[in-house]
């Protein structure tokens, strides 16, 4: 005689099989929900976009090569990055009104890091460099809306600014300044340049050299840069 299965029993195994499958709808429901809002958040490079983020000071200004002297390096507090109230790590993103990229660059722990990169809206670079722990490091580049140089900055590891270089729309160099360090045989230079080359004003440190325009310098061309381009900067002596 076949055996009849118990009611009570099916509805014991099937009830709870019902209840997994629906929760594990709802949880893939919330998961999809939740990668979409995640998706909203970040360019297709995965950076996070300024507008999602804070900051301690409850601003936002990117300010990169702003500091020139040791005062503003001493009384400068970068500003912390905060994504959901926490200092955020990651890569960061800024887009104008018609979705061209403008800024991007890294954050860790909540403070600007590593390369950043500032564009014009026709994709050419604004401003370029590095750095670390909020504060502007190594070589830093501004440029002219067609790709040519406009201002160079070099800054030691905390943030103080060695050398700066001007430049003239035309490529020449228009004023140069370095601070007194070993790298710049430990001694100060500013030159002041027209656009065509002709040095207006030239200081050496411990050095009577004084060019005014018009006047002969052989000295102007030995201690200015020597190789166009290379990053090291060769600085003759």
Not at 5 to 15: C, E, G, Q, R, V
Request: charged residues 25%; glycine residues 10%.
């Amino acid at each position: 005689m076949a055996k009849v299965l118990n009611p009570d029993l099916f509805f014991n195994i099937i009830a709870p099989m019902k209840t997994i499958k629906y929760t594990l709808r709802l949880l893939a429901a919330v998961l999809i929900l939740f990668a979409m809002q995640s998706c909203g958040k970040r360019d297709d490079q995965g950076r996070l976009l300024t507008k999602y983020i804070t900051t301690t000071s409850g601003g936002l200004n990117f300010a990169p090569m702003i500091r020139s002297d040791s005062a503003s390096v001493k009384g400068f507090k970068p500003d912390t990055i905060l994504y959901d109230g926490k200092p955020y790590t990651g890569g960061l993103a800024q887009y104008d009104p018609a979705q061209k990229l403008i800024i991007a660059g890294y954050v860790k722990n909540g403070l600007m890091d590593s390369t950043w990169k500032f564009l014009y809206a026709s994709g050419g670079t604004r401003m370029e460099g590095k750095y670390k722990n909020g504060m502007d490091i190594g070589l830093w580049q501004s440029y002219y809306g067609y790709g040519k140089h406009k201002i160079t900055k070099l800054y030691d590891n905390f943030g103080y600014m060695l050398m700066r270089i001007e430049y003239y729309d035309n490529g020449r160099v228009k004023n140069y300044q370095n601070v007194k360090a070993p790298m710049f045989d430990n001694k100060e230079r500013s030159y002041d340049m027209d656009e065509h080359g002709a040095p207006i004003t030239v200081y050496v440190e411990d050095s009577v050299l004084m060019v005014k325009q018009g006047e002969k310098a052989e000295r102007v061309g030995k201690n200015v840069f020597q190789e166009a381009g290379k990053e090291h900067l060769n600085i003759a002596k």
